[in-house]
C-alpha cells in the first residue's frame, strides 16, 4: 500500500502560520480572537459578506464542498442556515482542518461536516474523492472564501473545472477573488512588493496575494459551463456567484484534471 504524500509547500505554509497565531493566542496577545483565522475582517463583515454571497440560496441545500475552511467561521454560517445540510471541507493545511474540527466538533459528531486533507498535488484528488462519496453532479455549492486570493489561475482553474464537475444543473460555485483592475487592488500590489520579491526563497513560501480581473472571469467560467450571475466589487476584492448552466462543456474538459499515464 502506496503512503499518503507529504503535505506540499502551501499546505507546510499555513501550518507554521495556525502554530505562530495559536501560540499568541494562547498567551493572550491578542484577546480580541477567538481562532487562528478570525483576524480577518470582523464578525459584521462576515455576516454582510455571508448574505451577499449565500442568501437566499443557502436554506435549500442538502450538500456543500468548502475549500480552505480556516477555522471554519462560513463553514458553521452555511451548516446553520441549512440545517439539512452536509458539507465536505477540505484545505492543505492539516493545522487548520484541526482548528476548525474543534469550533465546529457538534457538527463533525452529527456526521454534517467532514474535514479532508488536500496535497495539492494531483489535480484530480478533490474530484476522486467527491466522486468516491457518491457526490458527482450532486452538490449545490462549491464554495471558498478568502482563499483563493492567495491562490494563482494555474491552480485556481483546477478548483473551477472541479466545481463544474460536480455540481448539479444549476448548483453554484461561490467565490472571493482579487480584482487588480480597481484602485484598492493595485495599491495593495504595489505595497507588497517589499515583503513578497524577498519573499521567493523562503521554504515556506509566503501567502502573498494574486490578482485577476473580472474580465478573466467573465471570459474562463462561461468556458467551463458556468453562468456568471454575480460580479460585484467589494474593495480590492471581487464577490462571485456563477450557476452550471451547461454541464456537458465541462464533462468534455474532465481529462485534464488527470495526468497523462493515469
Not at 483576524?39 to 440560496?57: H, I, Q
Not at 495599491?187 to 473580472?214: C, H, M, N, V, Y
Not at 460585484?232 to 462571485?240: K, M, P
Amino acid at each position: 500500500m502506496s503512503a499518503e504524500p507529504e503535505a506540499g509547500i502551501y499546505g507546510r505554509f499555513w501550518d507554521h502560520y495556525v502554530e505562530n497565531l495559536s501560540t499568541k493566542l494562547s498567551r493572550g496577545d491578542d484577546g480580541a480572537l477567538d481562532w487562528p483565522g478570525d483576524e480577518w475582517g470582523s464578525p459584521a463583515a462576515w455576516a454582510e459578506r455571508f448574505e451577499d454571497l449565500f442568501e437566499p440560496a443557502v436554506e435549500g441545500w442538502r450538500r456543500a464542498v468548502e475549500i480552505g475552511p480556516g477555522s471554519g467561521k462560513y463553514t458553521l454560517k452555511v451548516l446553520e442556515r441549512s440545517p439539512g445540510a452536509e458539507v465536505r471541507a477540505y484545505d492543505t493545511s492539516a493545522k487548520f482542518l484541526e482548528v476548525c474540527a474543534q469550533r465546529c466538533e457538534e457538527h463533525v459528531s452529527s456526521g454534517r461536516l467532514s474535514p479532508h486533507l488536500l496535497h495539492a498535488v494531483d489535480p484530480a484528488q478533490l474530484l476522486d474523492d467527491l466522486d468516491a462519496a457518491g457526490w458527482r453532479r450532486q452538490v449545490d455549492c462549491f464554495y471558498s472564501i478568502d482563499v483563493m486570493v492567495h491562490i494563482d489561475l494555474q491552480y485556481l482553474i483546477v478548483y473551477w473545472l472541479t466545481a463544474a464537475l460536480v455540481l448539479r444543473p444549476e448548483g453554484q460555485l461561490v467565490m472571493t477573488l482579487n480584482d487588480v483592475t480597481r484602485e484598492p487592488g493595485f495599491q495593495k500590489l504595489l505595497a507588497d512588493i517589499e515583503w513578497t520579491f524577498p519573499a521567493q526563497d523562503r521554504p515556506l513560501g509566503s501567502g502573498k496575494f494574486e490578482w485577476l480581473s473580472p474580465g478573466a472571469i467573465e471570459s474562463i467560467l462561461p468556458r467551463l459551463g458556468f453562468r456568471v450571475v454575480k460580479l460585484s466589487e467589494a474593495g480590492r476584492d471581487l464577490h462571485v456567484v456563477a450557476e452550471l448552466e451547461d454541464a456537458a462543456r465541462a464533462d468534455a474538459l474532465a481529462s485534464y484534471l488527470r495526468p497523462k499515464g493515469r
